[in-house]
């Protein structure tokens, strides 16, 4: 008797990538704290690099990362001991886009104070959600979710390619 193959789990069809922007932070004290590499970043005061522009400095520190379905750090594992809703949501091998942005924002939680201190700095931080509108057939937020976004004071941002 034969196993059935079975089928090679699709790539989700979104990505999420957290922003922040702060009038001077150094971008590596965001790096330490969340325990993230980002894709981009620069410092206020930074000499601009961009091809053909006239040159300048950055007016601000900029940090952005992709948030990848897996935990954000190995630092976090006490607190998937901590919550069985994390815990379930990360076993799940290809999330929806409530559940994985819900995980995101449980895990950032743990860093609170430092996303207020951000924010009460005059920072700015936005999840941008990256949506293929192709496989697209909705979505839905519940109040956890929105009132978990606005406990952070961070700002949801679509994108549809």
Avoid: Y
Avoid at 103 to 126: A, M, N, P
Wanted: aromatic fraction near 6%; charged fraction near 20%; include cysteine.
């Amino acid at each position: 008797m034969s196993n059935p193959a079975r089928a090679v789990p699709e790539a989700p069809s979104f990505t999420i990538s957290l922003h922040i922007k702060h009038p001077t932070i150094d971008p590596n004290l965001i790096t330490q704290t969340l325990g993230v590499s980002p894709d981009h970043s620069w410092a206020c005061g930074e000499p601009k690099r961009t091809g053909g522009a006239p040159p300048g400095v950055r007016r601000n520190s900029f940090w952005c990362a992709t948030l990848l379905p897996q935990p954000m750090a190995a630092g976090f594992t006490d607190l998937l001991k901590e919550s069985a809703k994390v815990q379930r949501a990360m076993e799940i091998p290809n999330q929806d886009f409530a559940t994985s942005l819900s995980v995101k924002l449980l895990l950032l939680r743990r860093h609170q104070e430092f996303i207020q201190r951000l924010v009460d700095e005059g920072g700015e931080l936005s999840f941008v959600v990256e949506l293929q509108i192709s496989e697209l057939s909705g979505f839905k937020m519940d109040p956890s979710l929105t009132r978990q976004l606005g406990a952070l004071g961070a700002t949801l941002e679509f994108q549809f390619v």
